[in-house]
Nanobody, 124 residues
Framework: QVQLVESGGGPVQAGGSLRLSCVAS????????MAWFRQVPGKGREGVAA???????TYADFVKGRFTISQDNTNNTSDLQMNNLKPEDTATYYC??????????????????WGQGTQVTVSS
């Protein structure tokens, strides 16, 4: 099992920036695909961005040009730099990971390790 711990959430005004970080630990035996999802109450979890060694980064259309995902394979971490935040970005953000390549990078069913989430609140 891989443990994931997120940090970096909090309140921010519209147009501002936040940087989320995720640290993976535990039974890591090969390269990880890592991703960020988000969820608001009453709705399902949606993929925001994903990254892995071979195919690089994938982004949801609603964050392209604003969010940047990065990964440090040596330290098993992933960051999500979020710029020009909008009120509709308010959600709980979750880090996800799996060994190997995810077939559908932004599909939550492709990941079997999840963090507990960090809240991002964007005020207008």
């Amino acid at each position: 099992q891989v443990q994931l711990v997120e940090s970096g959430g909090g309140p921010v005004q519209a147009g501002g920036s936040l940087r989320l970080s995720c640290v993976a630990s535990g039974n890591i035996y090969s390269s990880l695909s890592m991703a960020w999802f988000r969820q608001v109450p009453g709705k399902g979890r949606e993929g925001v961005a994903a990254i892995e060694e071979i195919f690089g980064a994938t982004y949801a259309d609603f964050v392209k040009g604003r969010f940047t995902i990065s990964q440090d394979n040596t330290n098993n971490t992933s960051d999500l730099q979020m710029n020009n935040l909008k009120p509709e970005d308010t959600a709980t953000y979750y880090c996800a990971a799996r060994h190997g390549t995810a077939i559908k990078a932004l599909d939550e069913d492709d990941y079997n390790n999840w963090g507990q989430g960090t809240q991002v609140t964007v005020s207008s």
